[in-house]
């Protein structure tokens, strides 16, 4: 993969294409260099994440979870957790 930087116009028409029928695969060819990567593997600028099951929690009293808080969730649902920080 080069690591150049893609346009968030193609994410977004990404997005818009698959909007119906969700993501079947994450599998693309990013426009920068053509080469064939998937969407979970991609450096973004901020947290992003792919997921078929979501815990979210609505207005908490602080901005983060720490690391050890993650691991412990982790654990007890038998798969690592990444957290993602959605505006809505």
């Known amino acids: 993969m080069c690591r150049a930087a893609i346009d968030t116009e193609w994410w977004g028409d990404l997005l818009e294409a698959h909007r119906d029928d969700g993501f079947t695969t994450l599998a693309v060819e990013v ?20 997921a078929r099951f979501e815990i979210a929690i609505w ?17 007890r649902l038998g798969h690592p957790v990444k957290q993602i920080r959605a505006h809505i």
Not at 32 to 43: A, K, M, P
Not at 59 to 75: I, K
């Open 31 to 50: 426009p920068c260099c053509g080469g064939s990567t998937t969407l979970d593997v991609l450096d973004y600028d901020w947290p992003c994440g792919f």
């Open 59 to 75: 207005n908490p009293e602080r901005l983060w979870f720490g690391e050890d808080e993650l691991t412990a969730l982790g654990e």
